[in-house]
């Protein structure tokens, strides 16, 4: 049976592709790619994740999107939990902040698994829809958790980020004839198409040949770490998403890049279609992250596979006891060919003399960090 499809009222995708239609007027008939990823994503009220669609489930019959790793088991919160606890006492702090909070899954199972050693748990996240669903899951917690929409000046503590960085714009390149051009977004008989301008933008990695090649570069994800960098006065900092290290990322294989689209459980690359209706990612480029945390002050405390931090901390103690249905989950967290090699484990501390970070070995990274290859 073919499960329902579930999609965003006509009216609301309309009035979302007016104001993008605006947008590029306003601009002179073009605007660059993450202007037009940030305006499908995030227009107050219209866009993906600004809107009331649902976007987290297990299946498609649900009317969701995709799932993340809370969603498909507690026991990659719990898991988590270990690492953080770990680097809370290890820095002396006592609060975690969550960027992009999701359905809340995370936030529960964190909360629950580290209990008094939090006394403080501060989610940010911009969707007003996103943070209605998540006080309400997390209730029981009450002033323990709060949501701000911007960062204060000063922070302290553990920070978590599930997924976050592959939602944040990027800006697309395309080389033809060995010139690199910047790929944006133009109107043509009420449709938007790309439009490419000549520009003095290229990878940070060479890409060997010449051969028509399309990618993406992260300027927003890596000025979301440097400012992490500013304003984090103690603490770790650990980001978990799909990506590679630069080498791999802009591989001359690679040539038509990473952008992709989900929409009821499902891909597909055209992100200028049914925009409002559907989630616009890109892979990560860990290496570009790495070296955004460490000129800005951070030092890297490890990088490995999601599979391998889950099992340097401890996801599969009990396991043997565990009902069926929950080893499958978790052996879709870990198993290489689901999320356990594509997605990866990033971490940063905050180093000072009262907290040298070289004194205390992360244990999510105890076994198979790849931080050399980065």
């Keep these: 049976m073919t499960p329902p499809t579930l999609t965003t009222p006509p009216s609301l995708t309309s009035a979302l592709a ?9 601009a ?40 993340t790793a809370p ?8 898991a988590l939990a270990r690492q953080v606890g770990q680097a809370l006492q290890a820095t002396a702090t006592d609060e975690v902040w969550e960027f992009g909070a999701g359905s809340g899954a995370l936030a529960q199972q964190l909360l629950g698994a580290l209990g008094p050693q939090v006394t403080r748990y501060t989610i940010v996240d911009l969707s007003g829809t996103l943070q209605a669903r ?33 939602a944040m714009p990027v800006q697309l390149l395309v080389r033809r004839d060995g010139a690199w051009f910047e790929r944006g977004v133009a109107v043509h008989e009420d449709r938007f198409v790309h439009a490419d301008q ?48 630069e080498h791999e990322y802009y591989h001359p294989q690679r040539a038509m890049g990473t952008l992709m689209c989900h929409r009821g459980h499902r891909v597909d690359a055209d992100a200028l279609q049914d925009v409002g209706e559907k989630d616009i ?38 396991m043997e006891d565990a009902p069926l249905a929950e080893r499958v989950m978790v052996q879709k967290l870990v198993n290489e060919h689901e999320m356990g090699e594509l997605f990866k484990v990033i971490a940063f501390v905050v180093d000072s003399p009262e907290q040298p970070w070289s004194q205390w070995q992360a244990m999510g990274f105890a076994q198979g960090d790849r931080t050399h290859t980065l």
Excluded at 71 to 78: A, D, M, N, T, Y
Excluded at 211 to 237: C, M
Aim: glycine fraction near 12%.
């Design 198 to 245: 000549p520009t003095a933008l290229h990878p940070p990695y060479d890409v060997p040949d010449s051969h028509a090649y399309l990618t993406e570069i992260h300027p927003q994800a890596e000025a979301f770490v440097a400012t992490l960098a500013d304003r984090l006065q103690a603490g770790a900092v650990f980001l978990m998403d799909y990506g590679f290290p």
């Design 28 to 67: 002179g008939g073009w605007i660059s790619f993450d202007r037009f990823m940030a305006l499908a994503l995030y227009t107050p009220g219209l866009g993906y994740y600004a809107n009331s669609s649902r976007k987290f489930g297990l299946m498609p019959g649900s009317g969701s999107d995709f799932v």
């Design 134 to 166: 998540q006080r309400e899951r997390l209730a029981t917690w009450g002033d323990r958790v709060r949501w701000v929409s911007e960062l204060p000046a000063h922070m302290q503590g553990a920070v978590v980020g599930n997924e976050v960085l592959d």
């Design 71 to 78: 969603e498909l088991s507690p026991r990659f919160g719990q």
């Design 18 to 26: 007016g104001r993008i239609r605006e947008a590029i007027a306003a």
């Design 281 to 318: 990612t890109a892979h990560v480029n860990f290496s570009g992250i790495a070296l955004a945390g460490q000129e800005s002050g951070l030092q890297v405390l490890g990088y490995t596979s999601q599979a391998r931090f889950l099992l340097n901390c401890g996801v599969l103690d009990g």
